[in-house]
């Protein structure tokens, strides 16, 4: 078997779970995006567990089955966030999200420099 086909069709599809991560705003599609690559790599896993002889039968097929469980948490974990940060932002775009937390407010603000 030629396993050109398969690579070359992971390969479009990890490009393009790549470019999905890289150019959406939308946090539930660059999640999509990640599971494309992730699927990627398992097609490239059993792709080569078929074409290559390996000492260990079947390794690439339980790889791929790794990879499906860790996607499956991804997913999970994701989601949760996700969700969360639509219920505090109403808004899931990747550009709103703060990556530092807001500056804490000094004592005279908190009502505690009167004495």
Known sequence: MRPVIPYVTAALLFGLGVYG?????NAVLVLMAVE???NAVNLILVTADT?????LPHSGQVFALFVIVLAAAEIGVGLAIVLQLYRL??????????????????AADRGEGAT
């Not at 991560?21 to 705003?25: A, E, G, I, N, S």
């Not at 074409?51 to 000492?55: C, D, E, F, Q, S």
């Not at 550009?95 to 500056?103: H, Y």
């Open 36 to 38: 494309l690559m992730l």
């Open 51 to 55: 074409t290559v002889r390996a000492a």
């Open 21 to 25: 991560v890289l150019r959406r705003r």
């Open 89 to 106: 932002r109403a808004s899931v775009t990747v550009d709103d999200v703060p990556l530092t937390e807001a500056p804490v407010a000094v």
